[in-house]
């Protein structure tokens, strides 16, 4: 690394980066010595860290003060931004309930409207909760009559949320309130006289019930800690939900993130007494359920890799199941009943398509897209007879259809104005051979008549792990690259649901290097057909995807122009002994483990960096609100990297104060935040 001077592109100079002390810890992990010299930056309310994390953002902002097209880039990223928004629309009680912003606002607010023509009524501003505007809220449930509403209430980007209930008719809220923990699950019992919840600690999470008018502290707790003789411990996740007719309450227990075995217990409400007994236990399955009646459909892999739909009752083994619809060639990747039919959504290649069916399994139509995109599970109450469904992609905004059960006939209920010209660009699917012969899918957009000669800069997006298919969604800041005339591509990385169970489980433990290798093919791939060049391929990705971006600056420095890494996980020997890190140990492994030790030392970013290594141009992003994934990582590898470098690209810490893994920010900062992350991108994608 240049002792003196730190070369960005167009210009950019800065001095070396700021000094980081060393204070080696040795630790030996199954005979093996790892030196780790900046543990002390684990520490995050400690003087030395606050002032080396102050240290480090005067550095980034010295970087990007210099960055002059930055004001630009704030100016036409609020115009993609700054539009009406609105969220799926929910009818109960003859009243719609929904959550919107309006363009000038930081976030959205909880809405009604008396019946489809009737005006929109604000019932909570979350513009007026906070000061800086960083409080959001979201709706948690709504009474059947549509006259209680319960809603979370959200500080910054942390997974943390309070819960409160209001009286829709009165407008006055109850005086009882769930403290701000992390939730799975908040719904109303069906009288109206109180919560049912699961909150989660270390210990495990815990169903309560909660009856309106009494300490939260008296809250029974009605399921936890075992069941039938096994230990739910703090990685068996327990959600908890009414379903729509009041009948019945499910208790979901997910062993692991993402869960390897889905439980799925229920309690007859209707009977006070009633057990809690299985719909489904035991099996090394996923599996989700939509009730109707007294009736419940799963969607389950259970002997089915790319799932199937059965109908099953309470207390039956899996051997009683009925199937209604068959495994077919295509994942399932949603589910759910509207109106009495059935409506399935499956990834061809993945891309969305949604069919209808009987409740007995007879096919009755389909659900029209316009075009290559995303389509969303049609979302409505079983006995309504109309849903909802959001349609987009890289270059469509999300538009919310209303759609007619009984007619089949789809009207758009809401479709933002958002100032981009869809007509003039374009996506195409290609497909690409990593390195062990596997055939990866990889979706490629830009402007139409784009030169295809290697000089178009080339921002590429992937995350590869916990079951999360990466399909063509709207982004607001993805548009804005594609309107500087630069390529947007998304591999479609094992590890993800895009071809079910057996295309995850090809991404995890011993196997996470097959995510890496799809993802340094994918860039060969643009590479060699000329889409761009090694200096014009910026990369990004967030949470496993920062870990995906780790990975690369550590294999592949030589491959990439430019890397932003998003609230990442890096050092893989110590993540699970941080918050909830211990939930990935199902995908991940764990170092304490032996047999899983030698592999995760092999891929770790932070254990892999090695002194003199020319790397690209780096943007470490992370933030105190982060809950989920600990903001260790990145200080730590910031550090190392900065001493590390060989040479004299920026190595750079954007650190926020208010930013976390959830999203919840205020709207500026937002804005604010992806600016800075496309300046750069852009800026260090620039020809050198």
């Given at each position: 690394?240049?002792?003196?001077?730190i070369e960005?592109?167009?210009g950019?100079?800065?001095p070396a980066?700021?000094?980081t002390?060393?204070?080696t810890?040795?630790?030996?992990?199954h005979g093996?010595e790892?030196t780790d010299?900046?543990r002390w930056?684990e520490d995050?309310?400690s003087?030395q860290t606050?002032?080396w994390?102050?240290?480090q953002m005067?550095y980034?902002e010295?970087y990007?003060?210099?960055?002059?097209?930055?004001?630009?880039?704030?100016?036409?990223?609020?115009?993609l931004?700054?539009?009406?928004?609105?969220?799926v629309?929910?009818?109960?009680?003859?009243?719609?309930?929904?959550?919107?912003r309006?363009?000038d606002?930081?976030?959205?607010?909880v809405?009604?409207r008396?019946g489809?023509?009737?005006?929109?009524v604000?019932?909570i501003?979350?513009?007026?909760l906070?000061?800086?505007q960083?409080?959001?809220?979201?709706?948690?449930d709504?009474?059947s009559?549509?006259k209680l509403l319960?809603?979370?209430?959200r500080q910054?980007?942390?997974?943390?949320?309070s819960?409160?209930?209001?009286?829709?008719d009165t407008r006055?809220e109850l005086?009882d309130?769930?403290p701000?923990?992390?939730?799975?699950?908040?719904?109303l019992s069906?009288d109206?006289k109180?919560?049912?919840?699961?909150?989660f600690s270390?210990a495990?999470t815990t169903?309560?019930?909660h009856?309106f008018?009494?300490p939260v502290a008296?809250?029974?707790?009605i399921?936890?800690?075992?069941y039938?003789?096994?230990?739910l411990?703090e990685?068996?996740?327990?959600?908890?939900g009414?379903t729509?007719n009041?009948h019945y309450l499910?208790i979901r227990?997910?062993?692991g993130?993402?869960?390897t075995?889905e439980?799925?217990?229920?309690?007859d409400?209707?009977?006070?007494d009633?057990?809690?007994?299985?719909?489904v236990y035991?099996l090394?399955?996923?599996?989700?359920a939509?009730?109707?009646?007294?009736?419940?459909?799963l969607?389950?892999?259970?002997?089915?890799?790319n799932?199937?739909v059965?109908?099953a009752?309470?207390?039956?083994?899996?051997d009683?199941?009925k199937?209604i619809?068959?495994?077919g060639k295509?994942?399932i990747?949603?589910?759910?009943i509207v109106g009495?039919k059935l409506?399935?959504?499956?990834?061809?290649d993945?891309?969305?398509?949604t069919s209808i069916y009987s409740?007995?399994g007879k096919?009755?139509g389909?659900?029209?897209?316009?075009g290559?995109?995303?389509g969303?599970d049609v979302?409505?109450?079983?006995e309504?007879?109309s849903?909802?469904?959001?349609?987009?992609?890289f270059?469509?905004p999300?538009?919310?259809?209303?759609?007619?059960?009984?007619?089949?006939?789809?009207d758009?209920?809401f479709?933002?104005?958002?100032?981009?010209?869809?007509?003039?660009?374009e996506?195409?699917q290609?497909?690409?051979?990593s390195?062990?012969?596997t055939?990866?899918?990889?979706?490629?957009?830009?402007?139409?008549?784009?030169k295809?000669?290697?000089?178009a800069?080339l921002?590429?997006?992937?995350?590869?792990g916990?079951q999360?298919?990466?399909l063509?969604?709207?982004?607001?800041?993805?548009a804005?690259w594609?309107?500087q005339g630069?390529?947007?591509?998304?591999?479609?990385?094992r590890?993800?649901?895009e071809?079910g169970?057996?295309?995850?489980?090809a991404?995890?433990?011993?196997?996470?290097?097959n995510v890496?290798?799809d993802w340094?093919?994918?860039?060969?791939?643009?590479?060699?057909?000329?889409?761009?060049t090694?200096?014009?391929?910026a990369?990004?990705g967030?949470?496993n995807?920062?870990?995906?971006m780790g990975?690369a600056?550590?294999?592949?420095?030589?491959l990439?122009?430019?890397?932003?890494?998003?609230?990442?996980?890096?050092?893989m020997l110590r993540?699970q002994n941080?918050?909830?890190g211990?939930f990935w140990?199902?995908?991940?492994?764990?170092a304490d483990?032996?047999?899983d030790?030698p592999y995760l030392l092999?891929?770790?970013?932070y254990?892999?960096v090695?002194?003199?290594?020319?790397?690209?141009?780096?943007?470490?992003?992370?933030?105190?609100?982060?809950t989920?994934?600990d903001p260790l990582h990145?200080?730590?590898?910031?550090?190392r990297?900065q001493?590390?470098?060989?040479d004299d690209?920026p190595?750079?810490?954007?650190?926020?104060l208010k930013?976390?893994h959830?999203?919840?920010?205020s709207?500026?900062q937002l804005v604010?935040d992806e600016a800075d992350?496309?300046a750069?991108?852009w800026?260090?994608?620039?020809?050198p």
């Amino acid at each position: 690394m240049s002792e003196t001077t730190i070369e960005g592109r167009n210009g950019i100079s800065l001095p070396a980066p700021p000094p980081t002390a060393t204070e080696t810890v040795t630790d030996t992990l199954h005979g093996v010595e790892i030196t780790d010299p900046y543990r002390w930056l684990e520490d995050s309310k400690s003087p030395q860290t606050r002032a080396w994390i102050e240290a480090q953002m005067k550095y980034t902002e010295d970087y990007l003060s210099q960055v002059k097209t930055r004001p630009q880039i704030v100016e036409e990223l609020t115009k993609l931004q700054r539009v009406d928004a609105y969220s799926v629309p929910r009818e109960y009680g003859g009243k719609i309930f929904f959550e919107k912003r309006l363009a000038d606002e930081n976030q959205y607010s909880v809405y009604v409207r008396d019946g489809w023509s009737g005006s929109d009524v604000r019932l909570i501003d979350a513009t007026k909760l906070s000061a800086d505007q960083n409080t959001s809220v979201t709706i948690n449930d709504i009474s059947s009559d549509g006259k209680l509403l319960v809603y979370g209430i959200r500080q910054g980007g942390a997974d943390e949320e309070s819960v409160h209930v209001l009286n829709v008719d009165t407008r006055q809220e109850l005086a009882d309130v769930l403290p701000s923990e992390r939730y799975f699950g908040i719904s109303l019992s069906p009288d109206k006289k109180g919560l049912y919840y699961a909150r989660f600690s270390h210990a495990g999470t815990t169903v309560h019930y909660h009856k309106f008018g009494t300490p939260v502290a008296d809250d029974a707790m009605i399921f936890g800690k075992e069941y039938r003789g096994e230990t739910l411990g703090e990685l068996q996740l327990i959600g908890v939900g009414v379903t729509d007719n009041g009948h019945y309450l499910i208790i979901r227990i997910g062993h692991g993130v993402p869960a390897t075995r889905e439980d799925l217990l229920v309690k007859d409400l209707r009977k006070p007494d009633s057990e809690i007994v299985p719909l489904v236990y035991g099996l090394e399955a996923r599996t989700s359920a939509v009730n109707i009646g007294d009736r419940f459909f799963l969607s389950t892999d259970y002997k089915a890799a790319n799932k199937r739909v059965v109908e099953a009752k309470p207390g039956e083994s899996s051997d009683s199941w009925k199937t209604i619809i068959p495994e077919g060639k295509d994942v399932i990747d949603g589910f759910n009943i509207v109106g009495g039919k059935l409506f399935v959504r499956r990834l061809h290649d993945v891309k969305t398509e949604t069919s209808i069916y009987s409740l007995d399994g007879k096919s009755i139509g389909q659900v029209a897209y316009p075009g290559i995109g995303t389509g969303s599970d049609v979302i409505g109450r079983p006995e309504q007879t109309s849903g909802f469904y959001v349609f987009q992609s890289f270059i469509l905004p999300p538009t919310i259809y209303r759609y007619d059960t009984k007619s089949g006939k789809a009207d758009v209920f809401f479709q933002a104005k958002v100032p981009f010209d869809a007509s003039q660009y374009e996506i195409k699917q290609v497909f690409y051979t990593s390195r062990d012969g596997t055939r990866v899918p990889m979706f490629i957009a830009g402007k139409k008549g784009l030169k295809q000669d290697g000089s178009a800069r080339l921002l590429m997006t992937g995350y590869g792990g916990f079951q999360v298919a990466e399909l063509p969604n709207w982004n607001p800041a993805h548009a804005w690259w594609l309107e500087q005339g630069g390529y947007f591509a998304v591999p479609n990385l094992r590890g993800g649901n895009e071809y079910g169970e057996p295309w995850h489980q090809a991404a995890m433990f011993e196997k996470k290097q097959n995510v890496f290798d799809d993802w340094f093919a994918a860039a060969e791939y643009l590479i060699q057909n000329h889409y761009t060049t090694t200096e014009r391929l910026a990369i990004s990705g967030r949470s496993n995807g920062g870990l995906l971006m780790g990975a690369a600056m550590t294999q592949r420095p030589d491959l990439f122009g430019a890397i932003w890494c998003g609230y990442p996980l890096l050092d893989m020997l110590r993540y699970q002994n941080f918050l909830i890190g211990r939930f990935w140990t199902t995908e991940y492994g764990s170092a304490d483990n032996d047999k899983d030790f030698p592999y995760l030392l092999k891929y770790s970013p932070y254990q892999n960096v090695k002194p003199g290594t020319k790397y690209p141009a780096i943007m470490f992003f992370t933030g105190d609100s982060d809950t989920r994934v600990d903001p260790l990582h990145a200080r730590k590898m910031t550090a190392r990297v900065q001493a590390a470098n060989g040479d004299d690209r920026p190595i750079l810490l954007h650190y926020s104060l208010k930013a976390g893994h959830s999203s919840g920010v205020s709207l500026t900062q937002l804005v604010d935040d992806e600016a800075d992350e496309l300046a750069f991108l852009w800026n260090e994608t620039a020809a050198p």
